[in-house]
């Protein structure tokens, strides 16, 4: 025998469910009144310092349907590449964001500021990017992916070095659709299947 | 930059499989190919923080945060509370707690939702808390109603109470469902079954905790969350290269 190790296992993930906006984003489910308003409305605020954007796009299931019922949350540094709370980090940039697909579209839209490029613990440089977290119906654990650039330098980034298949990189990168506006598309199956995160 | 140290790998077998037929919307949502490991980096592991600012005084008692007037929301009175751990049993402090609902019927305030009980005019069914410096939360509500789905033709969830918790990392987020002590549906339940492990399903199950229940008011039941913990060596977090 040996000694026990005593460790805690991770709650085991369900599905957030079609009815995930009743907790997350009340008003999306036509309630009013409880919060003032709903949590993450905007990664920014007023003042932030840098090149704000927009990222379009769509979630599409593996039949190519675009999804009406998915929710994101989106996590990113600041312009100069601090994440909220780290020393310098813009006041401006709470970083957060939380948007759903539109329910007749299925179209999301994000408005942001660009971020900047991020350190690893190790020193490397990450390209610009922004974390996202997909949850849905039919999703039993949330999903995690990128968003980076198609005009950002991305060839040292260490996450995108990782992917085998080369051609799977742009499944991670957004196209550039007009000036400081971008398309990323989502695919959860099949052709194009996006490249989703074990982290 | 981090608060505690580097994620640890998530135990993925202590989780659903993306892909399980008998729910059926999985079969189109889940990713076919393998997902892309890689150890967490500072955009994992730092996360948002939301301050006692954001938090209002009714955000965590469902049975008056929508009520009008004199009424309050219809249905068992219960009050769910628990603890926020990581997996090295550390609590997790000031983190956001949010919860949703179906009301005593079975009934979702969604405009999607048309199942034919009734709506109550009392009855939101959102709240959230913050964690206390212990990690403990606690919600006042009503006990949801099972409710029928269309997915095989006779499916019904099990009463059930919809959970996300932030932690302190974006690695972190996690969102799950509580069920209640005894309910007979969690047996049937498809979503239920996705988790293979049988000791982790037992750990969405909150037992009826007859010492934090109030004679003449409430039932409590209990619900404690781990999420994922956070490696610290003499190695690591060191500031070379940073």
């Given at each position: ?59 599409y ?66 390209a ?17 992916t990128r968003i980076y650039?198609e005009?950002?330098?991305n060839a040292?980034d260490?996450l995108l070095a990782r992917i085998e298949q080369r051609h799977r990189v742009q499944t991670l990168i957004a196209t ?8 990323f598309d989502v695919r959860l199956q099949g052709e194009g299947e996006t490249v989703f995160l074990?982290? | ?30 990713p076919s190919l393998p997902l892309l ?206």
């Amino acid at each position: 025998m040996v000694q026990l190790l005593n460790q805690l296992v991770e709650t085991p993930s369900q599905t957030a469910g079609p009815y995930v906006h009743i907790g997350c984003i009340p008003t999306f489910a036509g309630i009013e009144g409880v919060y003032p308003e709903d949590l993450g409305l905007s990664p920014i605020s007023d003042g932030a310092r840098g090149e704000i954007i927009t990222v379009t796009g769509s979630i599409y299931d593996g039949t190519g349907w675009a999804m009406r019922d998915a929710m994101f949350e989106s996590w990113q540094a600041d312009a100069a590449g601090r994440y909220p709370g780290q020393e310098g980090a813009d006041p401006a940039v709470s970083g957060f964001c939380r948007f759903a697909t539109d329910k007749d579209s299925g179209e999301f839209t994000l408005r942001t500021v660009k971020p900047g490029v991020v350190h690893e613990c190790s020193g490397r440089e990450m390209a610009p990017h922004i974390s996202l977290w997909i949850v849905a119906r039919g999703i039993n654990i949330g999903l995690h992916t990128r968003i980076y650039f198609e005009d950002e330098d991305n060839a040292s980034d260490p996450l995108l070095a990782r992917i085998e298949q080369r051609h799977r990189v742009q499944t991670l990168i957004a196209t550039k659709i007009g000036d400081a506006a971008y398309r990323f598309d989502v695919r959860l199956q099949g052709e194009g299947e996006t490249v989703f995160l074990d982290i | 930059m981090s608060d505690n140290g580097v994620l640890m790998p998530r135990r993925r077998e202590a989780h659903p499989d993306a892909y399980y037929p008998d729910y059926k919307t999985s079969v189109t949502r889940a990713p076919s190919l393998p997902l892309l490991s890689m150890e967490a980096t500072p955009s994992e592991e730092t996360g948002p923080r939301f301050g006692h600012g954001l938090i209002g005084a009714l955000d965590n008692d469902l049975i008056r945060n929508y009520a009008t007037g004199e009424g309050l929301a219809i249905g068992e009175r219960i009050r769910v509370h628990g603890r926020v751990l990581d997996e090295t049993g550390r609590a997790v402090p000031e983190t956001l707690v949010e919860i949703w609902q179906a009301n005593a019927g079975g009934r979702y305030r969604h405009v999607k939702d048309s199942y034919f009980a009734p709506l109550d005019p009392n009855f939101g069914g959102c709240g959230r808390t913050l964690t206390d410096a212990e990690g403990r939360f606690e919600f006042m509500t009503i006990r949801p109603g099972a409710y029928p789905w269309p997915n095989r033709a006779n499916d019904w969830r099990p009463m059930h109470i919809h959970f996300s918790i932030f932690g302190h990392a974006f690695g972190q987020r996690l969102i799950s469902q509580m069920y209640f002590e005894g309910d007979p549906l969690i047996e049937r339940c498809p979503i239920a079954a996705t988790i293979r492990d049988r000791s982790q399903l037992d750990r969405l199950v909150a037992p009826l905790d007859m010492q934090n229940s109030r004679g003449m008011d409430y039932l409590a039941y209990r619900f404690d969350i781990v999420l994922r913990g956070r490696r610290q060596t003499m190695f690591e977090n060191k500031p070379e290269g940073m």
